[in-house]
Nanobody, 126 residues
């Protein structure tokens, strides 16, 4: 079945950069939508950057617009995070879904995506 694995998390100082990567197995799995979410202990999981990959439409949370960029190639999906802030500290999760979605739809909540990774920790110090 479909497996999702994140990597690339770590600790950086405010203003620094990190990229986190998502690999989906098997490579032949159909990914019609995907997203990066983050969660702080005691708070709800929130969408950071997501995509309806079938239509090319994307969504970025207001708090990360202009700093985070979503990209993908034949083997992986990457979230580039620049000018990191302490408020970006969280566990970052990648998720994908095999269901085709219509134009105008992007994933924005936990229940929108079926297959989830275990997360990678990002810590930003002042």
């Amino acid at each position: 079945q479909v497996q999702v694995e994140e990597s690339g998390g770590g600790s950086v100082q405010a203003g620094g950069s990190l990229s986190v990567t998502c690999v989906v197995s098997p490579d032949t799995a159909r990914v019609w939508s995907m997203g990066w979410f983050r969660q702080i202990p005691g708070k709800e999981r929130e969408a950071v950057a997501t995509s309806n990959t079938g239509t090319g439409e994307t969504y970025y949370a207001d708090s990360v617009k202009g700093r985070f960029t979503l990209s993908e190639d034949a083997t992986k999906r990457t979230l580039q995070m620049n000018n990191l802030k302490p408020d970006d500290t969280a566990m970052y999760y990648c998720a994908v879904d095999s269901r085709k979605r219509p134009m105008g739809w992007v994933p924005k909540q936990y229940s929108d995506l079926r297959y989830w990774g275990q997360g990678t920790q990002v810590t930003v110090s002042s």
